[in-house]
């Protein structure tokens, strides 16, 4: 947490009109309901308006779209601003700056033959790294993670504890990586041999581009003989799966539990919701939507929003579940329609 | 494994009725289909009754709903229970007293500046505790863990191996949190700049109350700038995912897979069934029952059964169900009435 | 990689008929898009076709049932076989040899009381052995494993780094656990005692039998007083869970973040595809296949293909998702009889 900083410096950084005192200090950030003297709150959904009106909050930021204040605390000043979840981020920055740890290799972290070391790079304890990595400038390692042999990291790229790195993976710069992340995981291949299945070998690799973020015990297969590769600028949740060969573009967001299976191929913008599974070998266009447990089963075109199981355009299934629950009244409907004009016989 | 009890006792501990011989010795427990002689069983579902004939059994637990037993072997005892599952386990935490072992903190623990260890803790090897966490008396931690700065773990809780708990995270008295349980976790928190997805920081705290206790894998996100709450008493399965600011009420049961997007508001005593999916910023009222793989997209008053995806009240989606696979020779009778009634010209 | 092999020798390996020149010089393998000189590369599915004009790939295996390819490059020799992924298997095999490397136990681990360990076993650093465990021949542990006391893992079998068994857990030969599984956690068992849930017991064990794969972060329950078992050949994908006393049976195929709840029984040759969910004290037949996120809540029986939410028989529910996507127009249809042709006050 900062020293602090007036309400006045705060709405000059985020760009922000004052309604209230502009001297008032704050120092840390809290939820509206439970917000305290010296901290900042937000209010970006109409719904938590009501919380207002009793805060202890120091300052508030408030979204312009919700429309005009009625009442305020007298203690607190508004933050008004065009996108509050922003001028939120903005906010936490100034307020809880990354920590400047010394960088340091752990006494007791592993380090094999012929690794490279950028500059100011730190390795937490009990961490193995496999011959031949190379680490950037300014890469920080956790504890107790496992970087295969001749994996590459790029600069500043994190490693939260227990990240497993198999051998050959290749991460960008500027990458977070959450504790239990497997990536470059053997792919999920084999063939028939009479009734056994035997294991196709997986020798392709991982490459995680640039500013990725990569949440925790998330899986990432490696190619089976190519790459599987994930874009620049994307973020994936915890508890996604994605198969060997998959190619997923620059700047998609990939939610919670997600799966995609082997060789599928996501363009860029694309947005996944929550446990949404993709089958292999299709081909999602960029900036296309998949809203959340939406199981697809064939190409999605660029900038399409699908919905549903099997999963379909959104206007199309949304029309479709509204019908679904007439369902038992139109079986009703069509039997009473049999019953009274159909000749005997005919019905059925 | 214990020295032994006689089916006399055992039945006294249980407060169970028996039917046969009470001098017979029980040392452990197995299912009706492999339990040998000393081996204590239990039978809690008729489809599993036709087992009690060959049964090797010394004493098997019987349920009294499953009605009355008419054959069993001669040398099996029966104990009748109002409640089998409850019998069970009464009589497994007497079968299978849990182990002393004798408090260590192992030699290569790596425990940080500050820490404050109660008395009788337990450190596993290669564990790593941040400076200025704290330790309740009694707390058993694993191999191979990663407790970040100022966490607190209340007494005789019990992380298994490989677990992370991430800075400044809480937990309760009497916890079993399983192997690969991730605590703490940054939320997925993002705001759009221009093409890119810049991080919010993610600087509040996550806590989990008493008696909670979390499966494997597991994940759970530290609030964004307030808590993400776990209440006393909930259990949680593996493979589950509960995002940033979400509240857990006391007494609920989510089961694996499950996945709870940010903010959402779980009341107390609620159920949500395997692979649930629940989005953000919803309520779901005190004793709510989800059913497995359900997609929740509203709030769920207390006390209602939802079901489906997506989910709604369970009887209206099972009718539409079951009208579901009628629809095809719905299609077909709809067509015959166009075909036989309406004028040609109107029927489309 | 290997030195090399030529096309002919290849060929050879393979029982492939050549189209071009036998004389080229193969080192390693890559996709079809892009494969450079002395690379081999594959051609399975005719979507790909397009890709063979422009490749540089020195061979490409090409399946008979493409039909005939009309156009090659002159340097690229063709090897046609009757299954090109199980060829491309035979090709890696030879082309990426495993590694032989010198079996050792490293100096930071440890290895408890009374533990077995065959001829050349190989333990990776800061790995935790329980007391008592049994390690056959050859066995390779990753770095970072917790192994409970009394486990026993077959000869060959391979743990990558950071797998966690529990206490007594048994693994067949030849099996290879990946990266954060969690094998024989305690089951998700609780009987209410008032509004409390109190643990049961979970004192069974996790089998896994010989020849198993089971995939990163995979999690599978310890039987509460029986096994949980999981038959000899079966390939587990990643993020998977299987539930307390569930036995799978040989040779399934358990695709990414399925999940199996308690006591169902999985019979031999079962292909689960990604995301399924399969309720409890099921039976699921020989030979079923499930299709990717279906939700089965009834015994399927052997050799059926079941298919949706609920699951039911494919074919079923294919003409029902059909008719799905025509509700909205059969409602109109309706009404529009009714309007036509019911008298005043029938329709409704």
Known sequence: ????????ELARHLGAEIVG?????VRGAAPIESAREAELSFLARRKYLPYLDGTQATAVIVGRD??????????????????AHRALAQALALLY????????IAPTAVVGPRVELGKGVTIGPYTVVGAGAKLGDGVRVGAQCAIGEGCELGAETELKDQVVLYRGSRIGARC?????????VDGFGYVLEGSEHRKVPQVGRCVIEDDVEIGANTCIDRGSIGETRIGAGTK???????????????????????????????????ALAGQVGIIGHLEIGDGARIAAQAGVS??????ETWFGYPARQRTQVMRANAA?????????????????????????
Request: glycine fraction near 12%; charge should be neutral; hydrophobic fraction near 40%.
């Open 97 to 104: 700056p990354a920590e400047q740890k010394k960088s340091e």
């Open 21 to 25: 005192d502009p001297k008032g200090m």
């Open 66 to 83: 919700l429309g005009k204040v009625e009442k305020r605390p007298q203690e607190t000043a508004l933050l008004l601003v065009d996108d």
């Open 176 to 184: 977070i990586i959450h504790s239990g992340a497997r990536i470059g």
């Open 324 to 348: 679904f629950l007439k369902l038992p009244e139109l079986l009703r409907r069509v039997q009473r329609i049999e019953d009274t004009l159909l000749p005997e016989g005919e019905a059925k």
């Open 236 to 270: 994936i949740d915890n508890l996604v799966h994605i198969a060997h060969n998959v190619r997923v573009g620059r700047g998609c967001i990939i939610v919670a539990q997600v799966g995609v299976a082997g060789s599928t191929i996501i363009g860029n913008g694309v």
């Open 1 to 8: 947490m900062s020293n602090g900083i007036t309400v006045g």
């Open 298 to 303: 064939h190409d999605v075109p660029a900038g």
